[in-house]
C-alpha cells in the first residue's frame, strides 16, 4: 500500500513525540539511548541467541555505533524510535524495544 506525501507527513506528525519519554514500571526503565550505551548494545548485537528474531549478528562495534548513532538522531527530530531497557535500581541495558522508522514509506513499525 502506498502512502501520499500528505498521508505520509500526517502520520510523522500525529505519531511525533518531542522528546522521546522515559517509561517507568514496577520493574523497568525505557529510556532514550546514550552515547555510553555502545559498549553494552554491542555486546547484546553480538550475542546470536539475543539477536535471533533482530537485526541479525553484529560482528564490528561500529554498527551498533551506526545504530545508536540512528536512533539518537530520529529521536532529535521527534520521530518515534528505540527506547533502551534497564532493569530498575540498575544502569544496566538489557535490551531494546520501540519503533524502527522507514522513511522509504514515511511511517513507523513496532
Not at 76 to 84: D, V, Y
Request: aromatic letters at 12%.
Amino acid at each position: 500500500m502506498a502512502f501520499s506525501d500528505y498521508e505520509s507527513q500526517l502520520a510523522r506528525d500525529s505519531c511525533s513525540l518531542l522528546p522521546m519519554p522515559t517509561l517507568e514500571t514496577d520493574r523497568l526503565i525505557l529510556r532514550s539511548f546514550r552515547k555510553r550505551d555502545v559498549d553494552a548494545m554491542a555486546q547484546l548485537f553480538a550475542n546470536p541467541d539475543f539477536m535471533r528474531f533482530s537485526l541479525g549478528v553484529f560482528t564490528q562495534r561500529k554498527q551498533t555505533v551506526v545504530f545508536i548513532e540512528k536512533v539518537m538522531g530520529w529521536d532529535r527530530a521527534g520521530i518515534p524510535s528505540q527506547f533502551a531497557v534497564i532493569p530498575r535500581g540498575k544502569d544496566t541495558i538489557i535490551g531494546y524495544c520501540g519503533f524502527f522508522y522507514h522513511p522509504e514509506h514515511g511511517i513507523e513499525d513496532i
